[in-house]
């Protein structure tokens, strides 16, 4: 039997739909992680799979995709604390998979902040390898494959100053292009990655992991707060819900409603991660908990205090609407400023650009007087339907 004389641990990171468990399965010559094309990030948690080679015993941990922003920020980082659990005496390299053709686009620079503040800037350049996907585009693109370093050295390659050139720079240009679907050309990318290993770094392991802890949770309460505030606002709808049936149906049962607030106060809790970035909405839920959990026993006074509730579990609800109003606005504010530096740098010209940024903002401030619009009928119309039943 071969002895086996080395062994080497992986780690594979990147954006949903980049190709890490493709990159896997090429690594362990076996289909082992489950790949697809689908939107959603195949795998929800984080795989260990080993193989032993002749040389070497390969062992390859894929991760869900970290740019993906139906996620809650928390699960994201238990996932990856998950993944460094796998392989205690950690990786010889975290392998960064990126496809050809997406080199440069906005989601995958902020994915390579993300990654970067997960794993602490300077440990993960000291073990990450760049793995290039769908090779086969490699015509497309002009590369040349023998000497893919000195391509994605040129400029009309890699922009310089963007996070990929520093990355690139930091862990000194170790890349590798994989054919992911060709199987003849897999074993070739397979050596290729065996010799580009960090030699010097030491593996990187949990205590890599723990050191950045602060600096990690700090980055993705504020990177995920849109997501954070989502899957608040789900909860917050199946709060309402259960209030509306217990108005409906039997106003003497608030055991629902009580659960539903119980869901929502956990959630906030996993959400902020020990920062106090919620805590104004905690403290609205526990005043709501403490006024469900204490109604009056006359049925009329039952049916005001339970009204009342409605309306403050609708009232974080629109706050919510209206952050994430207020952050379509922001993007419209970047537009704005991008039509102009644009039409600055295409024509000399701003005036083209100025014309741009009233548009926004006339249809940012026509898009807010329809919601309010809506808003005040709604609440109108409830009104006039309450006061109807009352009679
Ligand atoms: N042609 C070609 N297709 C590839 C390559 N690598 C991945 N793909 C395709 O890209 C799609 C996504 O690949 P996956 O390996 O599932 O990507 P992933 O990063 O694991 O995706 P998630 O687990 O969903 O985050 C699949 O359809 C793959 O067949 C490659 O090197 N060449
Ligand atoms: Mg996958």
Redesign the pocket.
């Known amino acids: 039997m071969a002895q086996v004389e080395l062994s080497y641990n992986l780690m594979?990171l990147?954006?949903?739909?980049?190709?890490?468990?493709?990159?896997?399965?090429?690594l362990l010559d076996r289909k082992c992680?489950?790949?697809?094309?689908?939107f959603?990030?195949?795998?929800d948690v984080a795989k260990k799979h080993c193989k032993a080679f002749k040389k070497y015993t390969l062992c390859v941990v894929?991760?869900?995709?970290v740019h993906?922003t139906h996620k809650p920020t928390g699960e994201i980082v238990k996932n990856l604390h998950d993944a460094m659990g796998l392989i205690p005496e950690g990786f010889n390299a975290l392998i960064f998979?990126i496809?050809?053709g997406e080199r440069c686009t906005e989601e995958l620079l902020e994915t390579i902040k993300v990654i970067k503040a997960l794993f602490g800037d300077t440990n993960f350049s000291d073990v990450c390898i760049v793995a290039l996907?769908?090779?086969?585009?490699a015509e497309k693109y002009n590369v040349n494959n023998q000497n893919i370093q000195e391509w994605l050295r040129r400029p009309e390659n890699v922009r310089p100053g963007s996070d990929l050139e520093t990355l690139l720079r930091e862990c000194g240009y170790r890349a590798v292009l994989?054919?992911?679907?060709?199987p003849d050309k897999r074993e070739e990318s397979v050596e290729k990655l065996i010799t580009c290993l960090p030699q010097q770094a030491p593996r990187y392991t949990n205590e890599h992991f723990q050191k950045c802890a602060d600096e990690r949770d700090a980055y993705m309460t504020s990177w995920g707060f849109p997501g954070q505030r989502a899957n608040i606002q789900t909860q917050l709808s199946l709060l309402t819900a259960t209030i509306e049936d217990t108005l409906k149906y039997d106003m003497t049962n608030v055991e629902p409603a009580l659960s539903k607030i119980n869901d929502l106060k956990k959630l906030l809790e996993t959400e902020s991660k020990g920062t106090d970035s919620l805590e104004d909405l905690k403290i609205q839920v526990t005043n709501i908990e403490s006024e469900m959990s204490n109604l009056p026993e006359d049925a009329d006074q039952r049916i005001e205090v339970i009204k009342n509730v409605e309306q403050k579990v609708n009232g974080m609800k629109n706050a919510g609407l209206f952050s994430s109003a207020f952050a379509v606005l922001s993007g419209c504010g970047t537009a704005i400023n991008v039509g102009l530096a644009a039409t600055r740098i295409v024509s000399g010209i701003p005036v083209f650009g100025i014309g741009i940024a009233l548009g926004m903002v006339v249809v940012g401030s026509t898009a807010f007087a329809i919601y309010a619009l809506v808003k005040a009928y709604k609440s109108t119309k409830s009104k006039k339907e309450d006061k109807e039943k009352l009679l």
Do not use: W
């Not at 994989?178 to 060709?182: A, E």
């Open positions: 594979l990147g954006k949903t739909g980049a190709g890490k468990s493709s990159t896997g399965n090429t992680f489950t790949s697809s094309i689908s959603n990030s195949s795998e894929d991760t869900p995709g993906d998979v496809k050809l996907t769908n090779g086969e585009d994989f054919y992911n679907n060709t």
